[in-house]
């Protein structure tokens, strides 16, 4: 879809709508974290103060949601604290958000489909938790986010604490690299690991400053680069569940996942769940905490643009 032919299935809430018209800056959220990635309240308690942080930061903040077929561009207080109770919300990516139009369905939009819905709307820079990737055995499974494709062809600037730290990190890498999709370490020459600071890998790059970020965005746009550019913004130290505990974790939910013969888009929400089980919690604090992070950045580097 064109943005023009896209504009009547869209709602941008108000003070989104007003921010893009007069150049000020925005930053779009996805909403599985909401729909999937945390339980209530507490996803509802997050969402308001990332939207919060945001604000506080200088930029309008955008939740991205598909509600009664209607794409969302921001949401009201009481639409995301719906959003937040809706038990049988869709996991929504590329192949299904215009399902979820077209049948009047209400879901939570993936980095991949919140990244085609800021991109409808002139929204360039993108706040979530982590992406999603290539899952450990897909050389048997072929199971690999279509965030990865998505970033390869979008122009949206999306900040993470890199990918989620269940999947295979190093072959995640491997496939952004071959897409042609840029990975920056924000102040760091090592890839977080969502929950942990560092990962065995390094980062393909490294920038400081949400100036020079910009810069990279504009330049590339420039230059007639294509697809839009990974930030990896590492969870601040003293959130942080180190790699080699969480390892184990990992370990016990991805086995436990495998003897209920979980698949598809059900892998990622059942590993949180369990993780958020093993680790006694510690693992939503630090969800929430990278996540308010990336936030923070967010609203600096659209700023900046």
């Known amino acids: 879809m064109s943005p023009e032919t896209a504009r009547p299935f869209i709602d941008i809430h108000a003070p989104v709508a007003q921010a893009l018209a007069a150049g000020r800056p925005v930053v779009a959220l996805e909403s599985t974290i909401i729909t999937h990635g945390m339980p209530y309240p507490d996803n509802g308690a997050m969402a308001a103060n990332v939207e919060k942080i945001i604000s506080d930061g200088g930029a309008v903040p955008a939740t991205i949601a598909v509600v009664g077929g209607r794409i969302k561009i921001g949401l009201s207080d009481g639409e995301?604290?719906?959003?937040?109770m809706t038990g049988d919300a869709m996991k929504l990516s590329r192949a299904d958000l215009g399902f979820a139009v077209a049948q009047g369905r209400t879901g939570g939009t993936t980095v991949a489909a919140t990244m085609i819905a800021a991109e409808m709307v002139g929204i360039k820079v993108f706040a979530t938790g982590g992406i999603g990737g290539v899952h450990k055995g897909a050389e048997k499974s072929f199971d690999i986010s279509a965030d990865l494709d998505e970033l390869a062809r979008t122009p949206v600037i999306v900040v993470s604490a890199g990918a989620k730290a269940i999947l295979d990190i190093e072959k995640t890498l491997e496939v952004l690299e071959t897409r042609g999709v840029p990975v920056v370490g924000h102040g760091c020459e090592t890839m977080p690991a969502f929950w942990s600071r560092q990962s065995p890998f390094r980062a393909p790059l490294t920038l400081y400053k949400p100036e020079?970020?910009?810069?990279?965005?504009?330049?590339?746009?420039?230059?007639?680069?294509?697809g839009g550019m990974l930030i990896a913004n590492p969870v601040p130290e003293n959130h942080e569940i180190p790699a080699e505990e969480m390892a184990g974790y990992i370990e016990a939910a991805q086995k436990a996942a495998e003897a209920l013969n979980v698949t598809g888009k059900a892998v990622t929400p059942f590993l949180l769940g369990k993780i958020l089980e093993l680790t006694g919690g510690r693992s939503l604090k630090t969800n929430i905490a990278l996540v308010e992070n990336n936030a923070r950045l967010a609203a600096e580097i659209a700023k900046a643009l």
């Open 212 to 226: 020079e970020i910009a810069h990279f965005f504009r330049t590339r746009q420039a230059l007639g680069l294509g």
């Open 80 to 84: 995301r604290e719906s959003l937040a």
